[in-house]
């Protein structure tokens, strides 16, 4: 059967069905391309929204920890006072060590007014550790703590000076 034999109605029907096969196919293409880009939209904007809150929440947590360390100051300083005046350390360690109970405190030195290390309690491992001064082995990254704090990041080493 050739093709001059086939009906005018049959021809067009074939002719259709080629061009609506391959409108359909073109438009699939199509929606699949922009449903792709959609889809990368929308995981854009949500990675963009999370890494927005997850900075709001650093923000917010690190002005609670500042808020914190300022109170734990002030409660230091209203503690050690008396026992720096009267050179009493042991009664100040003791006043003193349920402040290390609080997780995001490393160590506290007191110094005198000349500066010079006068009483400090430390985390070693577990147990609090008294001396005159920070421990060596805290106080190497004292460094480091300065330039945390500079920055504003962080200050895991509470120092009230008198």
Known sequence: MGWKKLSISF????????????????VAGFIITKQGSLVEFILTQYQGMIQQTIENQAER???????RHAINTKICSGMSGYFVYNFDTDGLQQNLQSLLALPDITAIQIN???GKPF???WKNGGQIQKGNAVAEDIAKWQAVLDSMKADGSYDAIVKKYM
């Open 112 to 114: 005198d007014a000349e």
């Open 61 to 67: 947590d690190t002005r609670s920890l500042k808020e």
């Open 11 to 26: 021809k067009t029907a074939l002719i259709n069905s080629a061009v609506v096969l391959a409108l359909l196919v073109f």
């Open 119 to 121: 009483s400090a309690l």
